[in-house]
């Protein structure tokens, strides 16, 4: 994603309960930072149910700043906005309610933007440079059988481009297929960009061939291949007892769903710098990051 919107509820006691250490708005928080997401904006709802308190509000703001710094964002460059999903207030029009709201602002390497409502702050998200260069992935979210037209995967393309005419291959099948014509929302694209959620149809495949957790990628430039294992950086948020060499979780990756097994600890890191902390340790935790190489159970 290239923004992530952190809902706080302000009513007393679940405002609390969402920031203590085990809560949701503290994990959804730390996940969003892990998963690679930059910007924030932070919505504070339910503001009818505190009789539109400005103290409260900035109550919540002051206690929400300190974690999400902790987390890893800057609070300086996150739209703090008081809202009522319920009632509408200050999600499309400024709100009567809160006078004594005069409007969020928050500073980026683009200067400062200022703003008054939840929309406001969605619009002044700053657009991602999107990696169109590369070589194309696009992980399968489906594969659908369409009538008079033939197979269709689907999938959002994550890198490169994707277009009629192109050959590409599927990993980790091997099956390889000329695209035909590339779809959004029901109307014919040139291109598949980076960010784009598309249809495509394939020549000579059958449905069975290809399914959910597939990666196309372009035959002629640098074709996805199937790991035998892998590094990856593990953060872990929650986890009863320790994680050592041999613990097999499922692994969600993109649209691939494998059980992968830990097959050594490679170091532990810090979880906002990435640096080094140890080498080779025996266990992690939860709180704790760590290298680790992963070793699938089935091709991925």
Not at 83 to 98: K, V
Not at 252 to 259: G, L, P, S
Request: proline share 6%; aromatic share 6%; with cysteine.
């Amino acid at each position: 994603a290239d923004c992530a919107i952190l809902i706080i509820a302000g009513g007393t006691g679940e405002f609390e309960a969402g920031i203590s250490k085990d809560g949701q708005t503290r994990e959804h928080a730390l996940l969003a930072f892990t998963l690679g997401v930059r910007q924030l904006i932070v919505a504070v709802n339910k503001m009818d149910t505190t009789k539109w308190s400005e103290d409260r509000f900035n109550e919540i703001i002051k206690e929400t700043s300190t974690f999400i710094k902790k987390v890893g964002y800057n609070p300086k460059s996150v739209a703090f906005v008081p809202i009522s999903g319920w009632h509408g207030d200050n999600m499309l029009e400024e709100s009567p309610n809160m006078p004594w709201y005069k409007g969020w602002t928050k500073e980026t390497k683009a200067g400062v933007t200022k703003g008054k409502t939840l929309l406001d702050a969605i619009d002044a998200i700053e657009p991602p440079i999107r990696p169109s260069d590369k070589p194309l992935r696009l992980p399968l979210q489906d594969v659908y059988k369409i009538g008079g037209i033939g197979t269709v995967p689907v999938g959002r393309v994550e890198t490169g481009i994707i277009k009629a005419g192109m050959v590409v291959t599927f990993a980790p099948s091997a099956v390889t297929t000329e695209v035909k014509s590339v779809e959004m929302h029901h109307e014919q694209l040139a291109e598949g960009k980076p960010g784009d959620n598309v249809g495509f149809n394939v020549k000579n495949v059958s449905v069975k061939d290809i399914r959910r957790g597939n990666v196309a990628s372009d035959s002629k430039n640098d074709p996805a291949k199937e790991a035998a294992s892998f590094n990856a950086q593990v953060i872990v948020l929650n986890h009863p007892g320790q994680i050592g060499a041999g613990y097999a979780p499922v692994l969600d990756c993109h649209t691939a769903h494998i059980a992968c097994k830990f097959s050594e600890l490679v170091e532990k890191i810090d979880r906002r710098t990435g640096k080094k902390i140890e080498d080779a340790p025996k266990f992690v935790k939860s709180g704790d990051a760590c290298i680790a190489k992963l070793v699938p159970s089935k091709p991925m």
